[in-house]
C-alpha cells in the first residue's frame, strides 16, 4: 500500500532524516561520551533504513530495472562518503580503508546478498530462475571493475607497494566510470529487457513496474527526505567511526575489519530489499541489486578517492593480497557457472554463502 503525502510527515522514514541532521548539527567535530556515542549509532542505523526506503519510494514510481539503480546509487554514495571522510582523519592507517571497503562490498553482494537472494527463492518456489544476458552482463562489469582496480595494482611496477601511479590511478578512475556508464545506457536504454524479472516459462515482467505506484509528489517528498537522509548518515558515520575504529583495534582484530563493518553496515538495508524480492520470486531483481550495488562501489567509489587522493595525505593502497585474489577469483568461477543455466537451486545459494562465511573467517583470522 502506498503512503499518501499527509501521512509521511506521521512516520519514522520521514522523521529520521531529520532528526539525523538535527542531531549531526548538535555533535559535529566535537568529543563525544559513550552514551552520544550509542544514541548516534541508533540514529545512524535508522538513518541508513530511511535513506533506502525513501529510495524504495522513488524506485517504485519509476520502475524496473531503474529502481534497482536509484537504491544501489543511494547505497554507493553513502559507502563513498564514509569512506572518504573516515580517509580524511585516518591518515597512513586508512591506506587500505577505500580496498578493504570496496572488496567487502563485492564479498558481501556477489556471494552474501546472490547467495542469500538464490538460496531464499529456490527453497520457496523449487528453483530460482532469472535473465543470464543481463546478469551475466553485470558479472562481467564487476569481475572487469574489480580486476582493474583492485587486483592489477598488485603486479604493477611504477610504484611502491600495491599501489597506482598517479597516471594508472587516473586510468583506473576513468575506466571505471566509463564501464559504469556503458552499463547504465545497458540497462536503462538499449536493452532494458534483460534486466526485468521474468515468469518459469521465460516470459518478462512488465506488469507490475508502475502497479499502485506513489503519485509524482510523494516521489519527490521522498527524494527529498533521501537526500536529508545520506548527509545524516555520512555526518554521523564521521561521529562514530572513532568508536568502530578503537573497538576493533581493542579486540585484537586486523584494521581491514573496519571496513567490512562500514560495508555491512551500508549493505544490510539493500539486503533485505534483495530478499524481499526473492521472497516474490523475483530474482532479477534481487541479481539487480546485489550486483548492480558491486559495480557502483568499484564505479563510484576508485574515482572518488582518485580525487580525494589530490588533498588527502598518506598512501592509497589498492592492491588485494593473495589471499582475497584467490576469493575474488573464486567467486568469479562460481558466480560465471551460477548464472549461465538462468535458473539455481539451493546448491548454489549454499555455494555462494560458504565462500561469503570464508571471507568473513579470514577478514577475522588472515
Not at 533506502?52 to 562518503?81: C, D
Not at 521474468?198 to 521522498?222: K, N
Request: proline fraction near 5%.
Amino acid at each position: 500500500m502506498v503512503t499518501r503525502p499527509r501521512a509521511l510527515i506521521t512516520q519514522w522514514t520521514t522523521l529520521t532524516p531529520v532528526a539525523a541532521v538535527v542531531l549531526l548539527a548538535f555533535t559535529w567535530g566535537r568529543d563525544l561520551p559513550g552514551a552520544v556515542v550509542a544514541l548516534l549509532t541508533i540514529v545512524l542505523a535508522m538513518a541508513v533504513l530511511a535513506a533506502v526506503h525513501h529510495a524504495e519510494v522513488v524506485a517504485h514510481r519509476v520502475g524496473e530495472p531503474f529502481g534497482s539503480l536509484v537504491l544501489a546509487v543511494a547505497v554507493t554514495v553513502i559507502e563513498v562518503a564514509l569512506i572518504v571522510t573516515l580517509m580524511a582523519d585516518g591518515g597512513d592507517k586508512s591506506a587500505t580503508l577505500a580496498r578493504d571497503t570496496v572488496f567487502a562490498a563485492v564479498m558481501i553482494t556477489c556471494n552474501g546478498v546472490v547467495g542469500l537472494s538464490l538460496l531464499v527463492a529456490s527453497l520457496r518456489h523449487g528453483t530460482a530462475v532469472f535473465n543470464p544476458e543481463g546478469t551475466g552482463a553485470a558479472l562481467a562489469t564487476v569481475a572487469t571493475l574489480a580486476t582493474l582496480s583492485l587486483v592489477l595494482p598488485t603486479f604493477t611496477t611504477s610504484a611502491p607497494g600495491p599501489e597506482f601511479s598517479t597516471v594508472q590511478l587516473t586510468f583506473a578512475a576513468l575506466s571505471s566510470l566509463v564501464l559504469y556508464g556503458l552499463f547504465i545506457a545497458t540497462l536503462t536504454v538499449r536493452h532494458r529487457d534483460y534486466f526485468l524479472p521474468i515468469t518459469r516459462q521465460g516470459e518478462v515482467i512488465t506488469a507490475e513496474d508502475h502497479a499502485h505506484a506513489p503519485s509524482a509528489r510523494t516521489a519527490l517528498m521522498s527524494l527529498g527526505l533521501l537526500a536529508l537522509a545520506l548527509i545524516g548518515v555520512v555526518g554521523l558515520a564521521k561521529g562514530v567511526s572513532p568508536t568502530i575504529e578503537d573497538g576493533v583495534a581493542r579486540a585484537g582484530l586486523p584494521h581491514a575489519v573496519v571496513g567490512v563493518i562500514i560495508a555491512l553496515l551500508v549493505l544490510l538495508p539493500e539486503t533485505i530489499a534483495a530478499l524481499r524480492t526473492a521472497r516474490r520470486d523475483r530474482v532479477q531483481t534481487s541479481l539487480n541489486l546485489a550486483l548492480g550495488s558491486a559495480m557502483a562501489s568499484i564505479g563510484l567509489t576508485i574515482p572518488a578517492v582518485a580525487l580525494a587522493s589530490v588533498w588527502l595525505s598518506g598512501p592509497l593502497v589498492l592492491g588485494l593480497g593473495s589471499t582475497h585474489m584467490v576469493l575474488l577469483a573464486l567467486t568469479v568461477v562460481v558466480a560465471s557457472l551460477t548464472v549461465v543455466p538462468g535458473r539455481a537451486t539451493p546448491l548454489q545459494g549454499g555455494v555462494h554463502l560458504v565462500l561469503f562465511a570464508a571471507y568473513l573467517e579470514l577478514a577475522v583470522n588472515p
